[in-house]
């Protein structure tokens, strides 16, 4: 008899993929529902669908495109799980829409338990309170993963809605980083024997997409930020970095690539050292942005985890990070550098060394080119095995 296993989720497929994937090989059933009515474009996938109707729906398997090459069998099928977003401001919508938002989330409740899964695994944020009810009515083996534990943006030691639903509920929880592990110890009510840890391996499904090209055009040799921005993700350091720099960066350009309200971005503006993208960046663009760029830049000031160093490396890209225990956690010195975190002088030295020596720098590309077999900890295999024992299958 196959057994079967639930994945819910509104995101992450870049962390999620390999694991159905490797799941998908070994003979299991997976089912994915996907928590969002329109799909366009996920993380590190190609899927676009819209729901007809609120509730569960089936996502027709021609539309599945290169996530079916990639997971390689017909053991996945996805679902949309569809439900009326967001509140309203005014407190009586608010209700009415909260009390709407509950029945939907019985309603997908109980289809998803009458399936008879073996497990089901939320996979979610500390931001995502709208899937609180939905894992409120979850019965049997349910299993949260769990990408955030606090809002970094704005750091505060009450648990969220979500995760307060997490400790009450008993579920176990997965973490990616040994650090979330420590933050997650800090709430009063968790049981840290339900707490485990099992790491992201690479974000290897963006290596199968078809790259494209970025419309506001490339400069030759660059340093690379993506992703989200906010102020904890230290841009302004690494602005501070380059004016320290001054002509030690030589050719050398800095790409800002994402979304964003950092107040730095302004006064990048006009500065011929930038080439800022500030809109949502495709992933076939994000493909070619990391494989041409010199080094991925990451100067966070505060952060459990990040999946910056598992989207870049696929491509042997190194990384320079703020040393904070979630980065130096996967970038050893082998793979990428780490600077002390807010330190503008010592992330300009640790560009300039790249720049003067670029033999370290292919160094470092071809050992990230092996990575999982020097870092077995970060192997897919391996993390598929520890995530059978952790959910009891």
């Keep these: 008899m196959v057994r079967r296993i639930a994945f819910i989720t509104e995101g992450f497929m870049g962390s999620t993929l390999p694991l159905i994937r490797q799941l998908c090989l070994r003979g299991y059933g997976v089912d994915l529902y996907y928590y969002k009515r329109v799909i366009h474009e996920p993380e590190a996938c190609e899927l676009d669908y819209r729901a007809e109707r609120y509730g569960v729906n089936v996502v027709p398997m021609e539309v599945y495109g290169g996530i079916s090459r990639y997971v390689g069998n017909d053991n996945l099928r996805i679902y949309v799980f569809s439900q009326v977003r967001p509140l309203g401001s005014v407190p ?29 695994n939320v996979i979610c944020n500390y931001d995502m309170g709208h899937m609180a009810d939905l894992l409120r009515y979850l019965g049997g083996n349910v299993v949260v993963s769990l990408h955030e534990v606090w809002n970094h943006g704005k750091p505060c030691v009450k648990p969220s809605r979500l995760l307060a639903e997490v400790i009450r509920k008993g579920c176990r929880i997965v973490l ?27 974000f290897e499904s963006f290596a199968s997409l078809p790259e494209l090209e970025v419309r506001e055009g490339l400069p030759e040799r660059y340093f690379l930020f993506f992703g ?17 720099m001054g002509e030690a960066l030589g ?30 960046i495709r992933n076939g663009e994000l493909v070619g942005l990391i494989k041409r760029a010199y080094a991925v830049v990451c100067p966070y000031l505060s952060m459990s985890q990040s999946g910056i160093p598992q989207t870049a490396f696929p491509f042997g890209t190194p990384i320079v990070a703020s040393d904070l225990e979630g980065f130096r956690e996967i970038i050893t010195p082998d793979v990428g550098m780490l600077f002390p975190t807010g330190d503008a002088r010592s992330l300009a030295r640790c560009l300039s060394e790249l720049i003067m020596h670029p033999d370290r720098r292919e160094q470092m590309r071809r050992n990230i080119l092996s990575f999982t077999q020097r870092h077995p900890r970060y192997d897919w295999e391996n993390i598929c095995e520890n995530y059978l024992e952790i959910i009891g299958l």
């Design 176 to 202: 990616f980083s040994d650090h979330s592990r420590g933050d997650i110890g800090r709430i009063a009510g968790v049981d840290m024997d339900l707490v485990r840890v099992n790491p992201f391996g690479l």
């Design 251 to 280: 050719g050398y350009k800095i790409v800002v690539g994402g979304q964003g309200d950092d107040g730095v971005l302004e006064e990048m503006r006009g500065d011929d050292r930038y080439v800022l993208i500030s809109r949502f």
């Design 92 to 120: 009586v919508v608010r209700s009415v829409m909260g009390l709407v938002m509950r029945c939907q989330a019985y309603g997908a409740a109980r289809v998803i338990n009458g399936r008879c899964y073996d497990a089901i």
């Design 228 to 244: 989200y921005i906010r102020r904890y993700k230290g841009l302004g350091v690494l602005h501070e970095a380059v004016r320290l």
